[in-house]
């Protein structure tokens, strides 16, 4: 399943960007989960993600793992690729 990520860094975390980092990759590799793609943003969030995960459970853990280790926030919302959708459409109909 992918998944886009919104979120966001603490402030006693904005500052160790490495550390965040890596803590949050090998905890993600240990559910499953490939980030794909990372991007800083500026307003609401200060992060959008796109990651790959075995299951909605695995990335459900992975946020609470994130907001628990007072790294941040983050909503997570399931992706759906262009033919998914339309087969989805139809089946709508």
Known sequence: MKFVLLGSIS???A?????RTALARAKARQLGI???SVYYTQGE????????????DAMLAFSIWYANKGLGRMK???A??????VA??????
């Open 15 to 19: 500052a160790k960007h490495a550390r």
């Open 34 to 36: 490939k980030i794909e």
């Open 45 to 56: 969030h200060d992060f959008v993600d796109v990651a790959e995960a075995p299951s909605a």
């Open 11 to 13: 402030k006693e975390w």
């Open 80 to 85: 759906f690729a262009e033919k998914a959708f």
């Open 88 to 93: 989805a459409a139809k089946k709508a109909r």
């Open 76 to 78: 997570t919302m399931p």
